[in-house]
Structure formats: structure tokens, C-alpha cells
């Protein structure tokens, strides 16, 4: 095996020496495999921006005491079904986790809940948080913030965040799951390239001159590029303004923390959750079921998939044969564990 192909790494495996890893440095059991499972899941779903390589980064937020293990995390209730949770600088999916258990309670008596979350760390993938939802028969949307990665339409200054949008909606059968960020890509898919010294194509973004570019390392010191043109750019800026209205989190250039291990977090985070029984709303799901079916009937057999179709399979497939790492990023975690091994 060369050194550029992937290693298959048991899921099991790989998610205890990243939970190691992180009680190594600090973390509480709990809080570890929670962050440990989230960044799993990037990697289950064939997303390594979200996944192990982002653990070094995490390690050394543990460190500086930007993040907070055992954190109090405190909810405040604004109204009936609303929401207000402070992170205390907690690990990021540990304040997502207690924000979902808490939309998904109050749903059930209410119908409709909405959690704001600040001063918690980054969150990872938004698909696992709402898949969670749909699972109670209920329809699930996240919102997130990042770092002004992403220029406006028209300009090449990075004045936007990246910031994802999940929603799932549950069927018959297994739930619609779209999670995407509003930027051509993401940042730590750029990082991914530049690591591996690869190219990225054109169109990903500009240097910081503002030019085009193909170069990853150019890139990353430049700005992305909005996903589809003015439209992406408008839901982008959006998105920005309804999470920092709601969560009271910054806005623009002011968020940090999600992907350094120098700054604060200051980013918010939104999740809501509808129950489609509260509002009467079950005898849509084998509708909403039979529909999709019909969509993925409409093309060449398996040429068209819903969203969350093609993440499912792979998540699936490598839950059983491993999960592929690049011999960097593998070789980055057998540092990281080696080093709370010999403490």
C-alpha cells in the first residue's frame, strides 16, 4: 500500500482512540464519546471535513480552555416553545445533543419547539442532529454559523460564513435528509486538499487577491465562493442574520472559533422540531413516501436519489468495511494518541 491510498480503519477502533485522545486531554467520558460519534459520522457519510481531521484542532481548543468539559449548560425558556441555551463553551454536539432532547420533549405537548444556542463549540454535521428528530415522527431543521469564509456576490472579500442547513422530514420509510452548506464547498474539504497537495477545481473560490484559483493553499487564504451564484450568496446572508438575530451570536468577520484553536466560539446554532402527530399532519407520511419514489422512478435505474439516499448507503457500507483515511490524517491521530498513551 503506497502512502497517498486510504487506510480502512474499524469503526469501533477509530472511535475509542478518538474518545482516548480527547479524556486524554481533559475530556469527561461522556462529553468525549459524544464528540467522538459526531465526528464519526462525518466520516461515515463520506464527509472528512467534518471528521477526524478536525480532532488536532479540537485538542487544542481543550487545552487553551476554549472548550469546557462538564460545562453547565443552561436553557432558559423564552416562551412555551422557545428555547434560549447557553453552552457554557461546551464541546459543540454536547449542547446540540441537550438542545434536540429538549425540542423534541416540548414538541410533544406544544407541536412546534425552537432551540437558540450560543457560547457552545462547533457542532460538526447538521444531518445526524435532525435525523434524530424525524426519528420521533417529527420534522427536524438546524441552522449554523461559521467564520466569514464565503465572499458576496459581486465582491471577493470573505464577509460570510459558510453557514449549513439540514432539514428532515420523515416518511413511511426512512426520512429526507438534506444537509448542505450555502458555499460552492467547505472550508475543511479545502484544508483536506491542500494537506494532500491536491488541486481543487475552479470555481471553489479566489485567492486573497481576489483572483480564481486552483491552488488549495491559495485558497484557504482566500475565499470561497457562494453556491449557486446570487441565490446562494442571499440564502447565505440569510441564514447569517436569522441565527445571529435569534441566538444573539456574531455576525460575519466577528465569528471565530470553528475552525482554529485561538479564539472563542461565536458562532449560534437553531434547531427546531415540528411532530407531524400533534398537528394531525401522519397520514401525509406514505404520501410523502410514495412521492419520492416516484422521483427516484423518474430517471435511469438509480440515477436519481433524494437527498440522504447516497449518505445512507455509504454510511452503511463503511459501518461494516471501515472507514478510509488518508495515511496524513491517520498518522496525525496515532501522534495524538500515542502522546495521552504515554502520559
Known sequence: MSRTDPMLIDVGRLRMMIA?????????????????????????????????????????????????????????????AVVAIDGGRSFGPVAARGAIDAVIDRAGTSGVAIA???????????????????????????????????????????????NPIAIAVPT????????MSTAAVS???????????????????????GRPTTDASALASGALAPFGGSKGYALAIALECLVGVLTGSALGPDVRGTLDAEFPATKGDVFMAIRLDRLGLTEMLPRVSAYLDLVRA????????????????????RATEGIPLSSRTWSALLDLHREVAHA
Open 298 to 317: 423518474s430517471g435511469r435505474r438509480g440515477a436519481v436519489s433524494i437527498p440522504g439516499d447516497r449518505a445512507r448507503g455509504t454510511r452503511m457500507r
Open 187 to 209: 472550508m475543511g474539504k479545502v484544508l483536506d486538499h491542500a494537506a494532500r497537495d491536491l488541486k481543487v477545481p475552479l470555481g471553489w473560490g479566489v485567492d486573497a487577491d
Open 20 to 80: 482516548d485522545v480527547l479524556i486524554g486531554n481533559g475530556a469527561g467520558v461522556d462529553d468525549a464519546q459524544c464528540q467522538a460519534d459526531i465526528l464519526i459520522e462525518g466520516e461515515l457519510r463520506e464527509q472528512p471535513s467534518h471528521g477526524v481531521g478536525r480532532l488536532p484542532v479540537l485538542v487544542g481548543r481543550l487545552r487553551r480552555g476554549l472548550i469546557v468539559s462538564g460545562a453547565t449548560i443552561t436553557p432558559r425558556w423564552l416562551t412555551e
Open 116 to 162: 437558540l444556542v450560543n457560547n457552545s463549540n462547533h457542532i460538526g454535521m447538521l444531518a445526524p442532529y435532525v435525523e434524530r428528530i424525524a426519528a420521533d415522527s417529527a420534522i427536524g431543521l438546524a441552522f449554523t454559523t461559521s467564520e466569514a469564509l464565503v465572499h458576496p456576490w459581486g465582491g471577493t472579500a470573505p464577509m460570510v460564513g459558510t
Open 172 to 179: 413511511a420509510e426512512a426520512p429526507l435528509v438534506l444537509d
